[in-house]
């Protein structure tokens, strides 16, 4: 993977995975978070959940955390002027909280299922919650292109059913689960295919064309696969 490249198209979008602010409301909702609550966004990308967690929780505060300088620069810049949202550079395995809810969309895999949970058990408050989205086969038959889907993605794919025995394995309880919508997946591809036209338009060296025809074939891949497989949100709680 030319990473350059990678994040010349990966820059100045507003997430970098499906979701929407319905997402966030949903998991808040279902654990009766209080508008108090202290919130981590593990994983935050350029900051796209976080307005909504901040909605979540407006008497509250955000800690935000992320490994890539200039998603890290995006995410600061969100909430410069709200000293309740502090964008850490570094990585979400060493939290400390006490949070009432880790949030992390699309993030999670980068650690797997079991060692994220292991990491983020003494990092919550009484009755906190981690809500993650994260890969999942729709079907235990998929075909060739939906397993192809995640190929350069870290981690294995599996089934929801596989991923709730590992939650289980390391002692967590499920509270509810929902798969990303269609729209969730349109909120991330649109503006990535924007800003591949604007930067096909401007012209590009051969490694960022390379780069740019990647990210096509990834937004053109997932509407053939949709039906076997895509994102589901997981609430859960150690046991
Ligand atoms: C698919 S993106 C999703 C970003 C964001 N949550 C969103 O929905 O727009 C996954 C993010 O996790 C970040 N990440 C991966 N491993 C990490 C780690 N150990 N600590 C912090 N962030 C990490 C990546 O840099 C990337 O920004």
Redesign the pocket.
Known sequence: MDWDAFFAVHRDL??????LAEDVAWAGQLIGISPQGFVC?????????LAALRQLVPHGRIDG????SH?VEAAREKFSGDPSVRIFE????QLSGPYDLIW????VY??GVSRALEAWRGALADKGAVAF?HPCLFTDAPSEAALAFWEAEPGSIETETATRAQIAAVGWQVLATRPLSDAAWTA?HDPLLARCDTLAAAGTSDSVATAVAAARKEASDWRAVAGETGYVLYVVRPG
């Open positions: 507003p997430r970098e995975g499906p979701g966004d593990a994983g935050c990308g350029p900051g796209g959940d955390f992320e490994t890539v998603f570094a990585s979400m395995e992390s969309a699309g993030a980068f650690l989205s991330y």
